[in-house]
């Protein structure tokens, strides 16, 4: 007969043996998780009862829902947490996933499990398993996310009786993965270990221990550093271009942009890298992205730029990013620039380049900028009919009124390109842009607002959160309203309307049609407890804008929008005309060419 573990080891090593449950939710609280997203269900009911206490574990509209609200939580913190029921519940976070795994978001999605004891020839009713079946699958999910190439292991339970089992010992193991990899993993938690003993960890003091023990194993940081020094010194208009990777790593983007200042060095960022950057300052120039671009240091990185310092960008240039592979991105192609992307883990090999720069370079306190001076005047709109053609400036009009900028939050579509005008300030949660560059992944917008209106609350902020997204795009998710009502959150909602799915329409079939004419999403909104507002024109929504930020709480405001291309935005314009260029059209050819004709 097999010893017990008290047999074993001792009453008293027994009795400080932890359950399973209370050691997960104090790992989640030692990665900082203060919240989960998800949907319940039979198999998870036992997590559910043993998290609480620990964190909190929120409700959402579905569970693609919560994993998009847990993506958005991985923007801003070290890690994000998805929680469902096994297979109904977590195969339908598989789109979320792939947006984790796409973004380098550490997302820990947990799913509960059949337990241990459960598993036999029955076919359990959550399995993916037809009636026709000899064997029955249990690892449908496991496999469902292995093939997006995201770590996913189920967690397991006592295999011998006198040995508590390790089922903490490889939570924390994959915790910690996600965590310094920044990728998502996928756990199976069977039912039956969450009040099982399981056994104690050591923990770190901090969390940071974790990072900061990470060795750079590469070397020649002084040779590179000295490189960077005297290109530096030859340039007359040098450009920092910093990355995406960098809006995950706030230590290190502060280092850069300090750097940056001290020295009178203008800096951009990528699309991706939008709204890490506080754009009101004078060297900032914004997001570059080639012939897309509508920014004001357009000229200046295009043309005037002699030397490039790329810090942070992405290993595989994404079309997306890097001017939808149009060959107009001058940083790509610029001939005088150092690339150091970051190869290491948590950018260390970048930190150590940074660092010894801030030690060589002479500190020049009284440096002037190579920007050539632009005093900005804004003069007043003119009150005339809204469309995507003056929507960024409008909305910044207002913002500049406003006593905190927004956190702006869009979706897929029209109302993304339009967005990349709009000015980011400084923000209460590090961020002031949040968006899915994923963008065949319709959906995330009110997920993600949802996840940011937590962190405000979390800060006791009260900065608005302005979402644009178009009449196709809220109507995939607008059942995610209930807990943005809940919330009491200060959010905006844009609301485009065309009734079609405009952005890369290339006929008239049905499937563009996304709307009825007689929905009323003003109606809609105040079932949920908010407010509906009806703008045409650019004074109309500026008041308005201004109105509801003060106000607080869940606004839609709906703008009719016309699809005629004048009342495009200038970024969507060239993107429709370089998708009919690489169609063969041979009106968008010309057009193509005569744009980038400098290029």
Not at 323 to 338: G, L, M, P, Y
Request: net charge negative.
């Amino acid at each position: 007969m097999s010893p017990s573990i008290k047999d074993n080891f001792g009453s008293e090593y027994y009795n400080s043996l932890p359950l399973f449950g209370d050691c997960l939710g104090e790992l989640l609280a030692f990665f900082g998780v203060k919240r989960a997203y998800g949907v319940g269900g039979d198999f998870v009911a036992n997590l559910i009862n043993s998290l609480e206490g620990h964190i909190e574990v929120l409700p959402s509209s579905n569970e693609m829902h919560a994993g998009f609200s847990a993506c958005a939580q991985a923007e801003l913190n070290p890690l994000g947490m998805c929680l469902t029921t096994y297979t109904v519940g977590s195969l339908p976070c598989v789109t979320a996933a792939a947006l984790a795994r796409t973004e380098g978001l550490p997302v820990v999605f947990i799913s509960g499990a059949p337990g241990e004891a459960e598993v036999n020839s029955h076919a359990l009713h959550h399995s993916v398993h037809p009636h026709t079946a000899w064997h029955t699958d249990l690892d449908a999910a496991l496999n469902s996310f292995r093939a997006l190439g995201v770590r996913a292991e189920r967690l397991q339970g006592q295999r011998h009786s006198g040995q508590p089992n390790i089922a903490a010992e490889q939570c924390l193991e994959l915790l910690t993965y996600a965590y310094l990899n920044r990728q998502p993993v996928f756990i199976e938690i069977p039912r039956d270990l969450i009040n099982q003993p399981t056994q104690s960890l050591s923990l770190p003091l901090s969390l940071e221990q974790i990072s900061q023990n990470q060795p750079l194993s590469l070397s020649g940081a002084e040779l590179i550093a000295q490189d960077i020094e005297s290109k530096l010194k030859l340039a007359n208009k040098p450009l920092v271009f910093l990355g995406e990777k960098l809006r995950l790593n706030r230590p290190l983007l502060s280092k850069i942009i300090s750097l940056c200042h001290q020295h009178s060095l203008p800096y951009a960022t990528s699309w991706f890298g939008k709204g890490m950057l506080d754009e009101s300052e004078p060297l900032c120039l914004g997001s570059y992205n080639g012939a897309f671009s509508e920014l004001e240091g357009k000229h200046y990185i295009e043309s005037q730029a002699d030397y490039i310092l790329e810090l942070g960008t992405a290993i595989f240039p994404s079309d997306t990013n890097n001017a939808f592979s149009s060959q107009t991105h001058a940083i790509d192609t610029h001939s005088h620039k150092t690339m150091l992307r970051g190869t290491a883990r948590w950018e260390k090999d970048i930190e150590a380049v940074i660092d010894l720069l801030v030690q060589k370079l002479p500190l020049n306190e009284g440096a002037e900028s190579t920007l050539d001076p632009d005093e900005k005047v804004t003069p007043p709109l003119e009150s005339v009919m809204l469309g995507y053609h003056n929507l960024a400036e409008t909305i910044n009009q207002a913002q500049r009124q406003l006593a905190k900028p927004y956190i702006f939050v869009p979706e897929v579509g029209s109302s993304l390109f339009a967005s990349f005008e709009l000015e980011t300030h400084g923000s209460d949660i590090g961020r002031s842009y949040l968006a899915n560059p994923w963008y065949a992944a319709m959906g995330t917008c009110l997920p993600y607002a949802r996840a940011i209106a937590d962190q405000l609350a979390e800060s006791n902020s009260l900065q608005p959160v302005l979402v644009m997204i178009g009449d196709g795009g809220f109507n995939f998710q607008a059942n995610e309203l209930i807990n943005l009502q809940k919330q009491g959150a200060n959010v905006t909602i844009l609301y485009m309307r065309n009734n079609i799915f405009h952005l890369g329409k290339a006929g008239d079939a049905p499937i563009y049609s996304c709307n009825d004419q007689g929905f009323n999403p003003r109606l809609l909104i105040q079932a949920y407890g908010g407010d509906g507002h009806l703008c045409e024109t650019t004074e109309q929504l500026t008041h308005c804008l201004i109105e509801t930020a003060h106000k607080g709480g869940v606004h839609l405001i709906e703008v009719p929008t016309s699809v005629e291309a004048g009342h495009q935005s200038e970024t969507t314009k060239k993107l429709n005309t370089y998708i009919g260029f690489r169609n063969g059209d041979p009106q968008a050819t010309e057009r193509w060419n005569e744009l980038c004709g400098h290029f």
